[in-house]
């Protein structure tokens, strides 16, 4: 990390338990790492309380995994115990810290479906139906942010992308209902009808 550090760059790092993160922390603080470049630490996926007020402090952009819950939230539970696997991706803890707490698929290792995302955030329920930290859900306001707005943060485009207002590139879809209406399971039925770029049309669902 040190000749990135010392070339002014950008840091994406993959940390999933938290010692990794105790490890990037630490070796970030050493180097003196800069907030203005907001690094990232991918999944921050049982990262602790206190580690989240260290990512406060040092301008941290957690991108956080709430799909892993559904998806693989019962072995966590064998595993690690219901404690531990609750505050797997704790969305609305950093949220309420005040980070620009971001969501993603891991794409390819589960689907690039961003209804499946905000789902599973808003629900953190397992495959079997066991309920993974109710306390971290998100609503579906603050799961579309972390999906827009607080994505296009992550990667210093917040200025062109992240929402539709004067000035910003025309980035956007057409959806074939409102996410912010749904409720229960219905937002996963969602589906994108059409996508533009950049003011032009670049896919049409087919009817």
């Not at 040190?2 to 630490?26: E, Q």
């Not at 690690?80 to 810290?97: D, V």
């Not at 495959?127 to 306001?141: D, F, I, K, Q, S």
């Not at 607080?150 to 956007?172: H, N, V, W």
């Amino acid at each position: 990390m040190k000749p990135i550090y010392d070339n002014n760059l950008r840091t994406f790092n993959h940390c999933n338990g938290d010692a990794s993160v105790d490890m990037f922390l630490d070796i970030h603080e050493k180097l003196g790492g800069k907030a203005e470049l907001r690094p990232v630490i991918i999944h921050s996926q049982f990262v602790r309380p206190d580690q989240l007020d260290r990512y406060v402090r040092l301008g941290i952009i957690p991108a956080m995994y709430p799909m892993h819950i559904y998806f693989f939230g019962d072995v966590h539970v064998k595993n690690l115990g219901t404690e531990r696997a609750s505050f797997m991706s704790p969305t609305n803890s950093g949220i309420q810290k005040g980070l620009h707490v971001t969501l993603h698929s891991d794409f390819n290792v589960l689907p690039l479906d961003p209804m499946m995302i905000m789902w599973t955030a808003m629900n953190r329920t397992t495959r079997t139906g066991v309920v993974l930290g109710a306390g971290e859900r998100l609503t579906a306001m603050q799961a579309l942010k972390a999906i827009t707005i607080e994505s296009a943060y992550e990667y210093m485009e917040e200025k062109t992308k992240g929402s539709i207002e004067p000035g910003k590139l025309a980035d956007f879809v057409i959806l074939s209902g409102n996410p912010l209406n749904a409720s229960g399971d219905a937002i996963r039925d969602i589906k994108v009808v059409e996508t533009v770029k950049e003011g032009k049309s670049v896919y049409k669902r087919p009817a």
